[in-house]
């Protein structure tokens, strides 16, 4: 699965419930720039911060896909 600006993901971990929503991707394809979302509104709703594209796998431990970009 293709991680691309402008998706919003669910966090995985039933213990959470963060959704994330992809700002853009470093040159190196290995880290997304991501920012917490209201799962509703999918408006902004955290601090703008760094994960490796590999947690965007839909297993435990990471992000499942909720939404493609407009």
């Not at 853009?24 to 997304?32: H, L, N, Q, T, W």
């Not at 799962?39 to 994960?51: F, L, V, W, Y």
Request: glycine share 8%; net charge positive.
């Amino acid at each position: 699965m293709s991680v691309k600006p402008g998706q919003i993901w669910r966090e995985v971990d039933m213990r959470f419930s963060r959704y994330v929503k992809i700002v853009s991707i470093f040159e190196d394809g290995k880290r997304a720039v991501i920012h917490s979302v209201n799962p509703h509104t999918h408006e902004k709703a955290g601090p703008i911060t760094k994960a490796s594209v590999t947690r965007f796998n839909g297993k435990h431990g990471g992000y499942e896909l909720v939404k493609e970009p407009a």
